[in-house]
Nanobody, 118 residues
Framework: VQLQASGGGLVQAGGSLRLSCAAS?????TGWFRQAPGKEREFVAR????????YYADSVKGRFTISGDNTKKTVDLQMNSLEPEDTAVYFC???????????????WGQGTLVTVSS
């Protein structure tokens, strides 16, 4: 499985950004993690390809939305009401089993930097 992430950038607090992940190969669960400087990689959101169901970290519920396009095999993360605390490198992730911790994930894309200024 290969994952290609894009869409990071610099935005002011309260603004929005959209990340996209293109996946090749068969995956059952695809999602996003993030890692801020000096911190561990943390789960953000994932989607189940079979039924489109989504699962979010509490810290992003109501602000971030994950969606998938089964035809294009892309997973997008729409991030609204961004806060400086959302600043991190965001990684696309995929596995055949559900995940909410980086230890369970076997497939990673390269990171894309999101910077939220106050």
């Amino acid at each position: 499985v290969q994952l290609q992430a894009s869409g990071g950038g610099l935005v002011q607090a309260g603004g929005s950004l959209r990340l996209s992940c293109a996946a090749s190969g068969r995956t059952y669960f695809t999602g996003w993690f993030r890692q801020a400087p000096g911190k561990e990689r943390e789960f953000v959101a994932r989607i189940t390809w079979s039924d489109g169901s989504a699962y979010y970290a509490d810290s992003v519920k109501g602000r971030f939305t994950i969606s998938g396009d089964n035809t294009k095999k892309t997973v997008d993360l729409q991030m609204n009401s961004l806060e400086p605390e959302d600043t991190a490198v965001y990684f696309c992730a995929a596995d055949q089993f559900p995940f909410d911790t980086s230890k369970n994930v076997r497939n990673w894309g390269q990171g894309t930097l999101v910077t939220v200024s106050s």
